[in-house]
């Protein structure tokens, strides 16, 4: 399906990231937001509020931020496309909503535009530093996807993917930009309609009085119901059945919560996001995400130019992590350098994988501005020795 | 375009800092086909009257988003002097709004072009557009881009009704660089530093 010309502003422009992924939204279809303003990741909801009522659709500026992120799993489940926007300390307080769409599937996507650390912390600088928190910060277990831009263009084409993602598999998806990204000018193409490509809404083709609001298809997904028509179903945060009623036995919560990962399980590996360079022969492959990545990128370029064997992977779904990929990487190069805004987040994932195979070495920073080239650069001289 | 090129913009707040950087990362990245990547202070120091912003221009794609060391440097308040005019990197370009900016000792080697922008912008009848004024005598002076790219990007960038106004204040700044280079050169101090001209 194509996007909804009615949202999609056709053209060539220079925009920031904030602004670019408002224009993202509308592209994906998403005619519903609710916020609460923060920086740096207001201008997101300021420009949707200023396009919708051309475009057809709703902003509410909420009470705070938990409001703001059940707002919009309220619209989604009235039918519409819906996402919230925030920063970290917002991010914070809308833990327990995002818990509840993992458990109800409820699709919509969370923009977390990452400033400084902890609380109130750096309001105007970047941070990467709410990486872990995106994948586990509701409680009980529960899997999200998370998407890392690292340009305005990129702030437009994912938070598509972000929407596209979360109709195919029926999760809260994170768009992880940072404060860098968000208030960065660049040229941003938008396409024309027909050349973006819609997941549309997966809604049940049986009769109302067959419909079992989830029962996982084959891909471990339930189809969704459209309101209004005639189907009854009820949505619930405790341990649910297919039927969507509460029940608390130990076999459907084994059941529910095992297909809440599973059916991650074909992002997590196969069709994880990636962006790849000069592996085939690399001692050190520097693993980097968001603004990083591209700073990363230099050092890698400064590292080749001094003949050390430097590859690039750049993670654009950090979650699920691609945990076989580094896994194989593992077997074959020296060392994995992770350079990130924060003191040693996703570096950990990369451990893990690794499992002793490589050397993982981190390149950490409490946030800020970016880092150093040449601080990469060193780390990633130190791997190759 | 060169493969590298930094610029700082600074000023007070409302004289249009932010848009004469973002007309110039425009016509660089949109309509002469390189790379160009904006960045501003959000920060306290975006408070308090001033403002600044950070164009890298490019040939290839950016990686690393901030400035340091300028290349060019555009200053329309005395703060703005005072504070960015030590970051300038050796060899490049001041420009000021020279009835707002005392220059007083620059490094050697510095070339310093002044512009009476707000002056030229009321002979158009409205104070406004200096920042327009400016972007223009940076086109002229500085040779970094296509007049015509420039000139896109100033009419892309402002609303339909003052797309007249704002062309005509391009131009009066252009053309006042292109005086003064032509001036310079005549007297043969084309690529040394140059004090101010101070007379129209």
Known sequence: ?385 | MQLLTEIRVAGFGGQGVILAAAVIGKAAAIYQGGYATMTQAFGPEARGGSSSAQVILSTEPILYPYVAHPDVLVVMSQEAYTRFAPQLKPGGILIAEQELVHIDKMPSGIRVYGVPATRLAEELGRKVVLNIVMVGFFGAVTNLLDPDALRKAVADSVPPAMQKLNLQAFDKGFEYGATLVHTLAEKGEEGHPVSMETES
């Open chain 1, 1 to 385: 399906m194509h996007a909804d010309p009615k949202g999609v502003l056709t053209g060539v422009h220079f925009l920031d990231g904030d602004h670019a992924c408002c224009e993202g939204t509308l592209a994906a279809g998403a005619r519903f937001a609710a916020g609460y303003p923060i920086t740096p990741s207001t201008e997101v909801v300021e420009r949707f509020a200023s396009r919708i009522p051309t475009v057809g659709g709703i902003f509410i500026q909420m009470e705070d931020e938990l409001a703001a992120s059940i707002a919009i799993q309220g619209a989604v489940w009235a039918g519409a496309k819906a996402f919230t926007v925030t920063s970290g300390p917002g991010f914070s307080l809308m833990m327990e909503h995002i818990g509840l769409a993992a458990m109800t599937e409820t699709p919509c996507v969370f923009v977390d535009v990452q400033r400084g650390g902890p609380s109130t912390g750096l309001p105007t600088l970047p941070g990467q530093a709410d990486m872990m928190q995106a994948r586990w910060g509701s409680h009980g277990d529960y899997g999200i996807i998370a998407l890392c831009p690292n340009s305005p263009q990129e702030c437009f084409d994912l938070t598509i993917q972000a929407f596209n993602l979360s109709e195919e598999f029926r999760v809260p998806v994170m768009m992880m930009m940072d404060e860098c990204v968000g208030h960065m000018t660049e040229k941003v193409v938008i396409p024309e309609p027909d050349q973006i490509e819609i997941t549309p809404r997966r809604y049940t083709k049986l009769p109302p009085e067959e419909y079992r609001p989830f029962e996982p298809r084959e891909d471990l997904v339930p189809d969704m119901a459209r309101t209004g028509e005639g189907y009854r179903f009820h949505i619930t945060g405790l341990t649910h059945d297919e039927r969507g009623y509460p029940n608390m036995s130990v076999e459907t919560q084994d059941r529910l919560v095992r297909r809440l990962l599973a059916k991650l399980n074909p992002l997590a590996n196969g069709r994880s996001l990636c962006e790849t360079e000069n592996l085939e022969d690399a001692d050190v492959v520097v693993v980097s995400y968001g603004i990083t990545s591209r700073v990363a990128q230099r050092a890698i370029q400064l590292a080749r130019s001094r003949g050390i064997r430097a590859g690039k992977f750049r993670l654009i779904t950090a979650w699920p992590f691609p945990a076989e990929r580094i896994r194989e990487l593992a077997g074959r190069v020296k060392a994995f350098v992770v350079p990130e805004l924060n003191l040693g987040q996703m570096v950990l994932e990369v451990e893990r994988a690794a499992a002793g195979q490589a050397k993982v070495i981190p390149v950490s920073h409490a946030g800020g501005t970016v880092h150093n080239p040449d601080t990469i650069l060193n780390a990633i001289v130190e791997a190759a020795r």
